[in-house]
């Protein structure tokens, strides 16, 4: 099964596409998609569109993960992020993939064991499942691994 996992963010998004066969995990391509500080909002979610569009026709995957949002403080952010999110939740969606939701909590429970991971335990346990010389970075980018990771356990048993 091959996963692409999603980190959504205006500014950064981080995207991440493994190949899940039993029982073991292998990195396809990952990387970011960027968009310029201080452009128009319609026109950096385009940007998104049009980068989560061609990664998604060159790769094919079946599933997309996505994190959920989780924000106790700063409300701008979360709408931005949340622009991202839907953005490429609809890229998703238009090109029949099937698109699983986790919280960062869950991604982290389930990666390292512990709830309140931080960004270095992260990158090196995605190291670790992917078998890298390197942790992915930005940790933008490994977070959107550790989401389809999390997705290949989860599906595994489907």
Excluded: W
Aim: glycine share 8%.
């Amino acid at each position: 099964m091959r996963i692409i996992g999603i980190d959504p963010g205006t500014g950064i998004l981080g995207f991440g596409v493994i190949d899940a066969t039993k029982g073991k995990t292998k990195l396809v391509t990952a990387g970011v998609i960027t968009t310029p500080p201080h452009t128009p909002l319609p026109d950096r979610l385009e940007e998104i569109y049009d980068g989560l569009t061609q990664i998604i026709a060159e790769t094919n995957p079946e599933v997309m993960a996505i994190e959920k949002l989780f924000f106790n403080q700063n409300i701008t952010t979360a709408m931005s992020v949340s622009h991202a999110r839907g953005v490429a939740m609809l890229t998703g969606q238009q090109a029949k993939l099937r698109i699983e939701e986790y919280t960062p909590l869950q991604i982290k429970q389930t990666m390292t064991g512990y709830g309140r991971a931080d960004k270095k335990q992260m990158q090196e346990m995605v190291r670790m499942q992917l078998g890298l010389s390197e942790a992915p970075k930005p940790d933008d980018c490994a977070d959107a691994l550790a989401a389809a990771i999390m997705a290949a356990f989860t599906l595994r048993g489907q």
